[in-house]
């Protein structure tokens, strides 16, 4: 298991290398540059602020030059905010994001695997049909019009909870809760729908035959089969709560990097933007990682070699 | 139809009456099972015979409380005399899996794949017999032993996955057997696995019914296996019981011209020669459209105008045999 | 074989129906699906009719309701003005329009992309496989949405690069699955006679292959729309995607979000259009998967 694990963080070497090449270059193909949208700069002092940061160099050696700071853990200076580099900008942002996004996510399971096993348990009945209704309308309705929703009636009309701003518990809920939102949706349908799925298999029919009560034949015998899709959904569902903490941020004003990465983005802030990409990209293939390795945990079938 | 019953010497231990089986599908009711009555008597096998779809299985099923959620099964089941069907599931929880078990085709996927073995086995002791894990696993070992699984004590600790088809099926019946069952139903036990194997479960299975004094359902379509394991035979079709009998009174002298295609169609070697293997023409019939009068008609050699307008009755012809035809008012013998 | 379809023994058709015949039939008796679809076509028609009968141009300005507080909806004005005094339900209908394009163009062309991909990769087999899969395992891996925005930002914000950068993201499911059936169909014997008889690969894949894998195919397209339509609308939300004078119903979203407090129907008549959209999609997507793959009722 162990020889698995470093293998596959082997293989992500080379993943990682595409992804840092893909995303350096095609910024650097761009028309434009990171000192175009400011007041005309004087030639010499361009030349200078170039060549400061190596920008004069062939593409080649930039490149070369920005993957052997990045093995050492330096991103560089931030272009636009000249008075930090990548680093202190991401260890500001990257705790905020974390916060969030890790509570989303765990909102998503625990409210997700419950509400979807009930209604996989009680198919067909009321309860049912109102967890899938709820959980389509999650799937259905993107976090950029549900936040602004929540915001307008929990913030504007009812003046329960602020709308924007960081830092208290308060200020926390309602972008949280947008974000888990399509996530617990997806959870649900994939839990309900696994768990159907596993009823109606042969072992459940034998564990019924064998007499177990229903709660043993379903805690013991359905229950993790039931919940291996949604462990490898935890991958995926990452990936999307990233993708969705850029809205997120956005809307609410949080001073997370999914906000840094689409001002900067905008700015070419050349630097941020490939640490942003980096940082996420490695985040991505460790969490697949640990997924598998969960996976293999919980399935006897699975070997490793 | 108790009345059939010409060996009413012990109480049966299950004892069913008029069963009727039906499933609400999208294209409409689907009649499975219609109107059958039997009893089991203690320590007896009994062969349940019949194509796919003859309702076989479902008859079982529905005693079993087991039938999907579409199913609803009315009738009288009786078990050492108490009703068994229709009863809250806590109730019947008491008895399945103590009193009575059920085996199944396929032990490829009747394990669960994600539980060792021994927690499977384990599970069913401490349940019904109140023990511990210790001594539960102590008679899991021993059970695996009797179905002649080799290294029982190491191999109770695998997964399913790492046994064989047929070790699979040893599991579950040893499974079946924990708690010493009065009757352990197996339905189709051999079907889905190789010959070979086939074989060694029948061999397995004979032994325990000698040692256990259990009695055994065996469902089939496989007139070979119930010639070699049962004391008695039921043939099914159309989700009914279109004959009963003694396996040898049934083999040598079927009445039921289903029963005698289901002979005719079955290889043997005692009959020699190029003579091709016969098969009965035409296609089971559709339960959700049985035709009124008997489900054989399209298929039976001997139709005539009342097979088409009534159901034949199943009426006792001799102690201990019974058919549902009216041919032998023409001939005594198909 | 599971307990489940135990439930309807010998239930055999009557007669012999195609499972395309059988699909349809299911799909008609799905109330949801049927009503969905109705509502998307209703919905598409108003998009598309909507601004020809509507007595507002989409780039005209009202001054007199230039300002916010005199925007609301009226009886000139159904659904209000937005910030520059322009119509908003004519902006709705053309945003519509323009989100509905974007999501079927950008399926079809994730549809081409990843069909000819995956059955290349399928039956060709062997190494050529193992390459072009672990391609698109790379590309799994890789945080997309960030690359979407990249080259939103880096290359312009034109409508034809919404199409590439959407199709370009969705087609690696589309892919995967056509390899897996591609791989299951090449073992069957029609495909070995086929060989036999000397068609040429390209020949078979287009007759042969592909006619076969088009059930989950076309589950799949249906169920992507919603998705590219999804992500079309993030872009623009962003405000990456569609520009001026174009609109999409993220464009609109994102304009409304700005102005809630003071003129929320900015917001929500674009969210409604939108989210009805979406729902009738999935509620359309789902019964074709449903009766194209019966497996749980």
């Given at each position: 298991m162990l020889s698995y694990a470093v293998r596959r963080l082997l293989t992500a070497i080379p993943t990682l290398f595409v992804i840092i090449a893909v995303a350096f270059f095609m910024m650097r193909a761009a028309p434009g540059g990171p000192f175009d949208g400011e007041r005309q700069l004087p030639e010499a002092i361009e030349r200078n602020l170039r060549a400061h940061y190596h920008l004069d160099e062939p593409l080649v050696m930039q490149f070369g030059r920005y993957l052997g700071n990045i093995l050492q853990g330096d991103f560089g200076p931030s272009f636009k905010y000249r008075d930090f580099t990548v680093n202190e900008l991401l260890e500001a942002g990257f705790p905020v994001s974390l916060q969030i996004g890790g509570t989303a996510i765990l909102l998503a399971v625990l409210i997700g695997t419950t509400a979807g096993a009930i209604a996989a348990l009680r198919q067909n009945s009321a309860i049912d049909y109102s967890v899938m209704a709820v959980a389509m309308t999650g799937i259905t309705i993107p976090n950029f019009v549900v936040a602004p929703f929540l915001t307008l009636v929990l913030g504007v009309y009812l003046s329960v909870l602020p709308v924007g701003g960081w830092g208290s518990l308060q200020q926390a809920i309602l972008p949280t809760v947008a974000l888990a939102l399509p996530q617990i949706a997806y959870v649900s349908r994939l839990t309900r729908a696994s768990m159907i799925e596993v009823l109606h298999t042969n072992y459940i029919r034998t564990a019924r035959a064998k007499g177990l009560p229903e709660h043993v034949t379903i805690t013991r015998h359905a229950l993790k089969a039931a919940l291996l899709p949604v462990v490898s959904y935890l991958g995926p569902a990452t990936a999307a709560v990233i993708t969705g903490s850029v809205v997120i941020e956005t809307i609410f004003g949080i001073p997370g990097i999914g906000r840094y990465f689409v001002q900067a983005a905008l700015n070419r802030d050349y630097t941020l933007v490939m640490g942003v990409v980096v940082l996420y990209a490695s985040l991505i293939i460790l969490l697949n990682l640990c997924v598998d390795l969960i996976y293999g945990y919980l399935d006897p079938k699975v070997r490793y070699d | 139809m108790t009345s059939l019953d010409s060996v009413p010497e012990t109480a049966p231990l299950l004892a069913v009456d008029r069963l009727n089986t039906r499933f609400d599908t999208p294209e409409g009711e689907v009649a499975?099972?219609?109107?059958v009555s039997f009893t089991i008597q203690p320590g007896e096998t009994i062969g349940i015979v019949g194509e796919s779809g003859s309702g076989k299985s479902q008859v079982f099923l529905s005693i079993m409380g087991l039938l999907a959620i579409n199913g609803r099964a009315t009738g009288s089941v009786r078990f050492r005399g108490e009703e068994v069907l229709g009863i809250p599931r806590q109730r019947l929880n008491r008895i399945r899996g103590r009193h009575m078990s059920m085996i199944f085709q396929d032990p490829m996927t009747s394990l669960n794949p994600y539980l060792k073995v021994s927690q499977q086995l384990n599970e069913v002791l401490m349940q019904h017999m109140g023990l511990g894990q210790r001594e539960a696993t102590k008679r899991s070992i021993a059970m695996l032993d009797l179905v002649r699984i080799p290294e029982a004590s190491r191999r109770i600790d695998m997964y399913p996955h790492e046994f064989s088809g047929g070790m699979r099926q040893r599991v579950m019946i040893a499974m079946a057997l924990l708690c010493q069952p009065g009757l352990l139903i197996a339905d189709e036990p051999t079907t889905a696995l190789d010959v070979t194997v086939q074989a060694q479960i029948l061999d397995v299975m004979e032994d325990l019914r000698c040692e256990l004094q259990t009695a055994i359902v065996l469902i089939t379509h496989d007139m070979g296996v119930i010639a070699r394991l049962s004391d008695r035979v039921m043939v099914m079709y159309g989700g009914r019981v279109v004959e009963t009998g003694p396996v040898q009174a049934l083999f040598d002298h079927p009445q039921h011209p289903y029963t005698a295609g289901l002979l005719r169609a079955m290889p043997r070697v005692d009959r020699h020669g190029t003579s091709e293997l016969y098969v009965i023409p035409g296609q089971p019939p559709n339960l959700q459209y049985l035709p009124a009068g008997c489900a054989y008609q399209d298929r039976c050699p001997h139709v005539h105008d009342r097979c088409l307008g009534d159901v034949p009755p199943l009426i006792a012809t001799a102690p201990g045999r019974a058919k549902a035809c009216f041919l032998d008012q023409i001939h005594s013998d198909a | 074989m599971t307990a489940d379809s135990l439930s309807a023994p010998a239930a055999a058709p009557v007669r012999g129906r195609s499972l395309w015949d059988d699909a349809l039939r299911r799909l008609l008796r799905n109330r949801a699906a049927v009503t969905a679809a109705v509502t998307l076509l209703m919905l598409a028609a108003v998009c598309l009719i909507g601004p020809l009968l509507s007595p507002h141009a989409i780039d005209q300005v009202y001054w007199d309701r230039l300002s916010l507080d005199a925007a609301a909806p009226s009886w000139d004005h159904w659904f209000g003005n937005d910030a520059n005094g322009r119509d908003l339900m004519v902006r709705v209908f053309y945003g519509g329009q323009i989100s509905l394009m974007v999501g079927l163009t950008a399926t079809f062309v994730a549809l081409i992309i990843g069909v000819t991909w995956g059955a290349t990769a399928g039956f060709m087999g062997g190494q050529v496989d193992n390459i072009m899969m672990r391609i698109v395992d790379v590309m799994y891996s890789l945080p997309f949405m960030f690359f979407v925005i990249l080259l939103m930002v880096f290359f312009g914000r034109n409508i034809f690069l919404i199409f590439v950068a959407i199709g370009a993201v969705e087609w690696l499911d589309m892919a995967r699955i056509v390899r897996g059936q591609t791989l299951s169909l090449k073992r069957r014997e029609f495909i070995e006679a086929a060989r036999a008889a000397g068609v040429g690969t390209a020949t078979i894949i287009r007759r042969h292959i592909l006619p076969n894998t088009l059930g989950p195919v076309v589950v799949y397209t249906t169920l992507a729309v919603p998705k590219v339509i999804l992500l079309e609308s993030f872009i623009s939300f962003l405000g990456l995607g569609v520009q001026e004078p174009l609109t999409s119903w993220g464009v609109l979203i994102s304009e409304g979000a700005k102005e809630m407090e003071t003129a929320p129907w900015m917001l929500i008549w674009p969210a409604i259009f939108l989210a009805i959209s979406l729902f009738c999609l999935n509620f359309v997507g789902d019964g074709v998967r449903d009766a194209l793959d019966p497996r749980d009722r």
């Open positions: - | 499975a099972v219609n109107d | -």
